[in-house]
């Protein structure tokens, strides 16, 4: 069966300071993946999408960027933390097109910029 | 582009009760709905979905919604909940025609059940 990793759980990180998210998927080939954003008293926000390796896709303009350097790992970064980056970050995975299908989700990542 | 409303941020009902969780949406396109459920600290998953055919839609844990055309709703039913039901869930939509999904999401209603 397929599973999604994602960590850590929690992060403390201070205010200029980088950030990588690693998410791996399990059990299956070339899946879409996903990072979205639940900010406090939001809805989540697709930030990023990729179809395939070294493929990303920018949703919004951020402080952010992501990576794929292998077919089911997807990473999260920023150079430089703001504390507009606090939040619940999410990273799912769809098969094929995935328009019509479950979006599989990993137990997020806490971070709270300080 | 699609935009998705949850007009309750919060729902309070007691156990037992029946309950609707409200989700109209917006989109020039034709789209796919979904509702999503999050427990505490925890990753979505999904209850239900509706992608064409009979607009009343079954899902798990005893949830049903309707999808309503003309009213763009789709709205979230439990005849009788439960404490565990206590959780957010987020109603989200999908264009059809695009060749990849993006799930745009509400912001979210929160049931608390209570005994």
């Known amino acids: 069966s397929q599973t999604i990793h994602q960590w850590p759980a929690t992060l403390v990180q201070p205010v200029g300071s980088p950030l990588s998210l690693e998410c791996t998927v399990e059990?299956?080939?070339?899946?879409?993946l996903y990072w979205y954003r639940q900010a406090a008293g939001r809805g989540l926000q697709l930030l990023f999408y990729?179809?395939?390796?070294?493929?990303i896709s920018s949703e919004v303009p951020q402080n952010l960027s992501a990576s794929r350097p292998q077919d089911r790992q997807f990473i999260l970064s920023s150079k430089k933390l703001l504390l507009s980056d606090s939040g619940f970050y999410l990273c799912?995975?769809?098969?094929?097109?995935?328009?019509?299908?479950?979006?599989?989700f990993g137990q997020g990542t806490r971070l709270t910029v300080v | 582009a699609q935009s998705v409303t949850q007009l309750d941020s919060q729902v309070p009902v007691f156990e037992e009760a029946p309950v609707e969780l409200r989700c109209n949406y917006s989109?020039?396109?034709?789209?796919?709905l979904f509702w999503y459920v999050q427990y505490p600290n925890q990753g979505l998953q999904l209850l239900l979905k509706?992608?064409?055919?009979?607009?009343l839609v079954k899902g798990i844990n005893g949830f049903e919604a309707e999808f309503n055309k003309s009213q763009t709703s789709f709205h979230l039913r439990k005849p009788s909940v439960h404490i565990s039901d206590t959780a957010e869930y987020f109603c989200?939509?999908?264009?059809?025609?695009?060749?990849?999904?993006?799930?745009?999401f509400g912001t979210g209603t929160r049931l608390l059940v209570s005994p």
């Open positions: 799912a995975w769809t098969e094929g097109q995935g328009r019509d299908t479950e979006a599989f």
């Open positions: 059990g299956t080939s070339n899946p879409n």
């Open positions: 990729s179809v395939g390796i070294g493929q």
């Open positions: 989109s020039s396109v034709s789209v796919y």
């Open positions: 509706y992608l064409s055919g009979s607009t």
């Open positions: 989200a939509v999908s264009e059809v025609n695009t060749g990849f999904q993006k799930l745009v």
